[in-house]
């Protein structure tokens, strides 16, 4: 895979209202069609739905989509040692380095975050995320050990990194050489919010893109309903829905550590690594979605709230303000708890 690792996702499936409630009646076949675009990035899967497009449009556009995204993988990879961002890493330089307005804005965005979750959601993880297997490394063969977390620990640190705009021109720096910063956690919302953009630019109103976990709705879908989406259940099984929401012109995004993985010494390893203890979350919460006015935004958020568990987080969005909704384990099964600024969203709960 390239940039991203897999992760739990808001479903990909698009929702229309027919399909999310069984009492209403079918849509005629006077209804418009969606055209739905699909493919590869980030080591994910991204998904265009449209209305009206026909073939020659629909080839267009799914190029160009491809092209963009594309370039966003170019901009943000830790797969690639030619990438914006892994020129940066692999830099031992500690002065300005210049980078493009669109990487500066996603550095800023996540150290926002990053410090209202008091570090939870830290982008200079990155020595953490490949000494436990998630990033360009392999996993490896046995749990590292202290020493090993400790020396990984000492080179991460939102103070380490600064953005810093300069007549214009915009900069990242670092005060320690070896720096590594890893922005797959908010590079799916990032990408769904180009999409959007470039849907706009296309003069297309209605419609709900996706790149894995990262979603942004405009306007309506084929049956002139808005958009629904599907809050997948915390479980292996394939589009088991917890959720059904109508994000209203909003980006979504979930974290979970139900789906990305692997087994060693006897237990499961998480790829929601906590920079605290340099370690993989143990505790319960196990899905996070959030909505906000973009999908970068969106994205940042569930991290760093799903690093932090059930009760800090609650703490956190209570004083945040956000439109969340977490799902924990417990002994007997799952158990939901929803913010007031989401129950605005949801459409229903499944037990």
Same mark, same amino acid.
């Given at each position: ?13 698009? +929702? ?14 006077? !209804? ?5 675009? /699909?493919?590869?990035?980030?080591? %994910? ?12 449009? !629909?080839? *267009? ?26 020129? +940066? ?11 493009? *307005? ?5 550095? %800023? /965005? ?6 209202? %979750? ?43 990194? %600064? ?11 670092? =005060? ?6 890893? @922005? ?7 990408? !769904? ?69 692997? *087994? ?33 935004? !969106?994205?940042?958020? =569930? ?7 059930? *009760? ?7 004083? /945040?303000? @956000? ?29």
């Amino acid at each position: 895979m390239d940039m991203t690792f897999l992760r739990a996702s808001v479903l990909a499936t698009f +929702f229309f209202l027919t399909a999310c409630d069984s009492s209403t009646p079918p849509v005629k076949t006077s !209804a418009p069609a969606a055209t739905v675009l /699909e493919g590869k990035t980030m080591g %994910t899967f991204w998904r265009v739905s449209v209305m009206n497009l026909d073939n020659a449009r !629909a080839d *267009e556009l799914r190029g160009k989509i491809q092209s963009q995204l594309d370039a966003d993988d170019q901009l943000l990879s830790t797969y690639k040692n030619d990438s914006a961002l892994m020129r +940066f890493n692999l830099s031992k330089s500690t002065s300005l380095w210049p980078v493009s *307005e669109s990487m500066a804005d996603i550095v %800023t /965005e996540s150290i926002r975050v990053g410090y209202k %979750t008091n570090g939870a959601m830290d982008v200079t993880v990155g020595p953490l995320v490949n000494l436990w297997g998630f990033g360009p490394n392999k996993q490896p063969v046995k749990t590292p050990d202290q020493a090993a977390i400790d020396d990984a620990r000492a080179r991460t640190g939102l103070q380490h990194l %600064t953005v810093i705009n300069q007549y214009g021109q915009q900069y990242l720096q670092k =005060d320690i050489p070896d720096l590594f910063v890893d @922005l797959s956690t908010v590079g799916e919302g990032y990408a !769904a919010d180009h999409l959007a953009a470039l849907m706009a630019q296309e003069g297309i109103s209605r419609y709900l893109v996706s790149v894995g976990g990262a979603l942004v709705s405009r306007g309506m879908n084929a049956s002139g309903k808005p958009w629904r989406v599907a809050i997948q259940k915390p479980t292996d099984e394939q589009n088991a829905v917890q959720a059904i929401v109508d994000i209203n012109g909003h980006g979504i995004s979930t974290s979970g550590s139900y789906r990305n993985y692997y *087994e060693l010494d006897g237990k499961r390893i998480s790829h929601v690594i906590d920079p605290q203890t340099g370690r993989p979350i143990q505790h319960n919460l196990v899905s996070v979605t959030v909505i906000a006015p973009t999908a970068l935004e !969106a994205d940042a958020w =569930d991290t760093g709230l799903m690093v932090l568990g059930t *009760e800090k987080a609650k703490e956190v969005v209570r004083q /945040e303000g @956000l439109a969340v909704y977490m799902i924990t384990k417990e002994a007997d099964g799952f158990k939901t708890w929803s913010s007031p600024q989401f129950n605005s969203f949801l459409v229903r709960e499944k037990n």
